[in-house]
């Protein structure tokens, strides 16, 4: 199957659209509002949505179905309009300015002092935490820049943000609020109890006041010890706690809070960072200045149920570096075991809000988050192999060195697990590793309900990375993985460079990142070690050679072996030939002088000894008087029946220029098109070809569909669109056993054939989309 990029159609008219478009523009009240800007301007790559997936909390709604609901009596709403700006909920949606990180979704919780933000997840649209299943999020989030570093004086942001389970009966609109309805900022984070009232003993009052039926896990920025200010308002939670912090409890459990009295007898609570039955959840941030250290850091949260009314919540604090996506020695995890009663949940119910909470008091900061996977969304695993085909050996621990010259192979498998969204648009990009030159490449769907055959990835991505130097690989997977199709594997194959020093060359880890509409995830490479060869082999006939079936010729084989010593010592050289197939394994040494004086050889593999599908190994060794120089081996697969390949195919292919969009038409073909079969099986052989393509989108703006469809036109005049169903439109049976090139596009006419049905009403501009070309032989 190929996959032809860049199918473009340029649609014009006689007149001149205008957009008025306004910039993202932040109003800035003070310097840290600076720290806001880059902030977004460096934004990790994450992804992207608008407000459908999470649910910005309405404040005003929150109180008022909080009197409803709890202890609030005879609360007028209109009392609090003497402070407006405490029913505000401050989190909005930004999008990331980092070219690297486009399509990027920032989540803004805060950015100035004494604002409460809060976003849920949206249970209308699929988002929701299931308990009773396996659960993964992960996300980068940011505190901002502590303009102090001094870390025993007042530090100049706060107060943090929290990651919230959640069955509140206020739902989407969940916030913990006074007895006067006012959602709690600054030490609350906008979960825990607000302690404002110093005459106030009772720590029911606290667990009431907090998000109901939750668990929260604190990220802390401000930590109260600095000032010992205990006088009742709401700063005194991080009592004796010196650092900015990670913590978990229950905010509406009253043993979170524990009541304390200062000297004035002023009431005031400590709030308890350490869950019950749990042993060290506190995690103290002592490194420099904490949290807020003007870096993105990523959380990976994992849940995994123990039993019905248990489960454990691990989550990992750095855990992968901003710059490479490289895993990080994570410094801060802990997995807590959560009793899942303290949710509330009744008729068996399983799915619970989650979210973020953050506030600020009389210091700021910019609490922001982008999501990489939502738990109940998509989830993905991908694990990398390497393999050294010049031995058939997989690099791993146990085999981490290779030969200079030797043929090496990436694999990665993606295996999609669920849930409710498909695993669809799916950019994989990988670093290349110093010291390795890759030349093709595969994509297989072996669950793919319509096509289980490898697709070659475009030959012209490996000729841009050799012309133009890239160091990286990027390509775009022509299929989603769902339910119907959960696995993909891509195979990268190459050669690594010859060492013709005394040192082995490095091959270092590399990171390959797959990013698609609903899940960002990875993989990292195995690094291994090139070994120096004063021999080097290689290849010059082809690795895939075809034997004609009728043929009873032998089969003739060339190579080139290379000397990095000195004199000029061929004749000397013995070659080691090893076949594997279905007889077993043949190893043969060929005598002396048949190396000749530029190194070349070839030889000759009897009839009689291949059967249908066989492995030839090659390599030449040389005793040089010291030791026996071995050289790289190399391989060829010997098959008998002949290949079933596309030959050439046009990678660019156009449509004419439409005149006037909103007018209904059928555009024909223009420029050069082509699609060719190699078939070099034996008489009877058949195949066909399919076509699909998922559509056209607008250039300018990556997200405008054309209003209309690619489809084929069949000689009769039936015409099938390849939009939703890949249609079959070529086939041919070979008549005899000679090899044979057919280019199915020089079947068609001008009216025939691939063509493009534009609808009207249609922004003018130029579209480009994909079309699949899929070769098969199976009925």
Not at 22 to 36: P, Q, R
Not at 178 to 194: F, N, Y
Not at 718 to 745: G, L, M, R, W
Request: with cysteine; net charge negative; charged share 20%.
């Amino acid at each position: 199957m190929l996959h032809l990029k860049f199918l473009k159609i340029l649609l014009s008219n006689c007149f001149i659209i205008f957009l008025l478009c306004s910039n993202y523009n932040t109003v800035i009240a003070e310097e840290k509002n600076d720290n806001l800007e880059k902030a977004i301007q460096t934004a990790p790559r994450g992804l992207n949505w608008n407000n459908d997936a999470f649910t910005i909390a309405d404040f005003h709604q929150a109180s008022e179905q909080r009197k409803k609901n709890h202890s609030i009596q005879n609360f007028d709403i209109t009392k609090v309009i003497d402070d407006p700006g405490r029913l505000i909920n401050h989190s909005k949606i930004v999008q990331s300015k980092n070219p690297k990180s486009p399509n990027t979704s920032i989540i803004q919780l805060t950015d100035a002092t004494h604002q409460t933000g809060a976003v849920w997840s949206n249970m209308s649209k699929l988002n929701y935490f299931d308990i009773s299943h396996e659960q993964t999020a992960s996300m980068w989030i940011y505190f901002g820049k502590n303009y102090n570093t001094n870390t025993t004086v007042s530090p100049l942001v706060g107060d943090g943000m929290a990651f919230v389970l959640q069955n509140d009966p206020n739902g989407v609109n969940s916030i913990a609020l006074s007895d006067k309805g006012i959602p709690a900022d600054g030490q609350s984070l906008g979960v825990w109890g607000p302690d404002w009232d110093i005459s106030n003993d009772d720590k029911n009052k606290l667990s009431g006041d907090a998000i109901q039926n939750s668990w929260a896990l604190e990220f802390d920025t401000y930590s109260d010890h600095y000032f010992n200010n205990l006088t009742g308002k709401g700063t005194a939670f991080d009592t004796g706690i010196s650092t900015h912090h990670i913590a978990a409890n229950y905010p509406a459990n009253p043993k979170t809070y524990i009541h304390q009295q200062n000297t004035q007898k002023q009431n005031y609570f400590i709030l308890s960072h350490i869950m019950p039955n749990d042993k060290d959840g506190l995690k103290k941030i002592n490194s420099g200045i904490g949290l807020v250290d003007n870096k993105w850091h990523h959380i990976t949260i994992t849940w995994k149920p123990i039993n019905e009314t248990k489960g454990t919540l691990t989550y990992a604090y750095d855990d992968k570096d901003v710059k490479s996506g490289f895993p990080l020695s994570t410094i801060y995890t802990y997995s807590y075991t959560i009793d899942t009663n303290y949710f509330g949940l009744k008729d068996n119910k399983k799915n619970i809000y989650w979210g973020f909470t953050g506030s600020t008091g009389d210091n700021s900061e910019n609490n922001l988050i982008i999501f990489e996977s939502l738990p109940s969304f998509a989830d993905a695993k991908v694990k990398s192999s390497i393999y050294d085909d010049s031995r058939n050996l997989e690099v791993n621990d146990s085999h981490k060195t290779v030969d200079s010259n030797s043929e090496i192979r990436y694999t990665f498998s993606l295996n999609y697990k669920g849930w409710n969204k498909d695993w669809d648009k799916v950019t994989s990009t990988m670093k290349i590793p110093d010291n390795i030159e890759f030349d093709s490449g595969s994509i297989t769907y072996p669950d793919s309900q319509d096509d289980k055959s490898a697709q070659p990835i475009p030959k012209d991505i490996f000729d841009n990375i050799k012309n133009n130097k890239l160091h990286e690989l990027k390509y775009d997977l022509p299929e989603k993985l769902s339910s119907t199709s959960r696995t993909a594997q891509i195979e990268l194959r190459g050669r690594v460079n010859v060492a013709t020093g005394s040192t082995n060359l490095k091959v270092p880890s590399v990171h390959a990142s797959f990013e698609g509409d609903t899940l960002i995830t990875g993989a990292d490479t195995q690094s291994f070690e090139i070994i120096p060869k004063k021999l080097t082999l290689n290849r010059i006939s082809d690795k895939y050679i075809t034997v004609n079936p009728a043929s009873n010729d032998d089969i003739k084989i060339e190579e080139q072996v290379n000397y990095n010593g000195f004199g000029n010592k061929y004749s000397d050289m013995e070659i080691h030939q090893i076949l594997k197939n279905d007889n077993g394994t043949e190893e043969k040494t060929i005598p002396r002088g048949k190396i000749g004086s530029d190194g070349k050889f070839s030889l000759t593999i009897n009839r009689s000894s291949i059967k249908e599908l066989n492995t030839l190994y090659l390599y030449v060794t040389y005793n040089d008087g010291q030791s026996i120089l071995e050289s790289n081996h190399i391989s060829h697969i010997i098959s008998i029946g002949g290949l079933l390949t596309f030959g050439d195919v046009q990678q660019n292919v156009t449509f004419k220029t439409i005149s006037n969009s909103n007018i209904s038409q059928v555009v024909s073909r223009t420029g050069p098109w082509q699609v060719t079969v190699n078939d070099s099986r034996k008489k009877g052989s058949h195949w066909y070809v399919k076509a699909s393509s998922k559509g056209l989108i607008l250039n300018s703006d990556k997200k405008t569909k054309l209003n209309g469809n690619l489809f084929f036109r069949h000689p009769n005049g039936k015409d099938e669109d390849i939009k939703t169903t890949p249609v079959q439109i070529a086939s041919h049976i070979k008549e005899s056993d000679e090899s044979d090139s057919t280019d199915i596009v020089k079947t068609w006419n001008s009216n025939d054939g691939v063509l493009l049905f534009n609808d009207k009403e249609n922004t003018n501009g130029i579209y480009s989309g994909d079309i699949i070309w899929s070769l098969l032989d199976t009925p």
